[in-house]
């Protein structure tokens, strides 16, 4: 069963990433993430959306019990 602190969570998540601007952008863009190590490329799809596709180095600390 969900707990509600996740339910919250996963619906805060899903209403951010339908981030809408008012900028149009028709050119390809390229990043660059120092911080947690990844590359990421946006395209264009149409006047109104993107397609976006990256490849990251993700570390994963856990405590032994």
Do not use: H, Y
């Not at 069963?1 to 601007?21: C, G, K, P």
């Not at 390809?28 to 959306?49: D, H, I, M, Q, Y």
């Amino acid at each position: 069963m969900i707990r509600i602190s996740n339910f919250l969570f996963l619906i805060t998540f899903i209403l951010f990433s339908f981030n809408q601007s008012n900028a149009q952008s028709t050119e390809k863009v390229w990043r660059v993430n120092f911080l947690n190590p990844a590359l990421e490329l946006e395209l264009p799809t149409g006047e109104f959306s993107t397609f976006s596709t990256g490849l990251a180095w993700g570390i994963l600390g856990a405590i032994p019990n």
